[in-house]
């Protein structure tokens, strides 16, 4: 039973250009919501997150949507950079820590030249 | 100065056979994890160990064994190794009590049952 769900397994970005990476779960216990960034043979690296609390966190070129009623959220990023090219996970957890984090399957974001 | 790291990276052994993986983490952190990464690329945690203390245990075989011997580490020792354990074993850490808690993850170690 999948709880969080990336439907995109990639996404190809012309440089420059808006990457719309999204996210659905469906625990409504969920209050806090991360976003890891994965290049090749290397562990995942934290990129930015969200409690349950807001809607919306900027942080530079990403900003994380939450929206709750849909149980989704998304990941923008712009302007989208070559070295933006990695797979890109979302993770929830529950009680506003990440004790527990439950991963989605990521999505492969190519940012081309 | 690397913040988690995992040795070895590469373990390529025989189905049968008993390995260990090693973890440490110099970030004064003092809860470390477990996950695992299948060949459908889902990364499920395995283990949590808090000050050394195991907190969290997914339903893992008794075959998988992490031992804490103190905070800033955490092994990982797998007996009779089967294929199906082939897989990506990748090492957290975090500390916890300061509000919301960031995951760092180790490198990872690619582990190949024959």
């Known amino acids: 039973d999948q709880q969080v769900k990336q439907n995109s397994p990639s996404l190809s970005v012309q440089e420059g250009r808006i990457s719309i990476l999204n996210c659905d779960y469906t625990?409504?216990?969920?209050?806090?919501f991360l976003w890891y960034k994965k290049y090749p043979a290397e562990g995942p690296t934290f990129l930015i997150s969200?409690?349950?609390?807001?809607d919306k966190n900027e942080d530079g070129r990403f900003t994380v949507f939450l929206n709750k009623s849909a149980k989704h959220l998304s990941l923008h990023i712009v302007p989208s950079q070559p070295g933006d090219s990695a797979v890109y996970f979302c993770?929830?957890?529950?009680?506003?820590?990440?004790?527990?984090?439950?991963f989605g399957k990521g999505t492969k974001l190519t940012v081309n030249p | 100065d690397t913040a988690v790291s995992q040795t070895p990276k590469y373990l390529v052994t025989q189905m049968g056979n008993d390995k260990s993986i090693k973890c440490e983490q110099n970030l004064g952190h003092d809860t470390m994890y477990w996950y695992k990464q299948d060949s459908k690329k889902f990364l499920k945690i395995m283990f949590s160990?808090?000050?050394?203390?195991?907190?969290i245990n997914e339903t893992v075989p008794n075959r998988f064994s992490p031992k804490s011997p103190d905070k800033a580490h955490l092994n990982l020792h797998i007996n009779s190794l089967e294929l199906g354990d082939s897989a990506v074993y990748f090492c957290?850490?975090?500390?916890?009590?300061?509000?919301?808690?960031?995951?760092?993850f180790g490198p990872g170690t690619r582990l190949l049952v024959l």
């Open positions: 625990n409504s216990m969920f209050d806090y």
């Open positions: 993770a929830a957890s529950s009680q506003g820590g990440s004790e527990k984090l439950v």
């Open positions: 957290a850490s975090t500390l916890t009590g300061k509000g919301v808690e960031t995951q760092y």
């Open positions: 160990y808090n000050n050394k203390e195991l907190i």
């Open positions: 969200i409690s349950s609390i807001k």
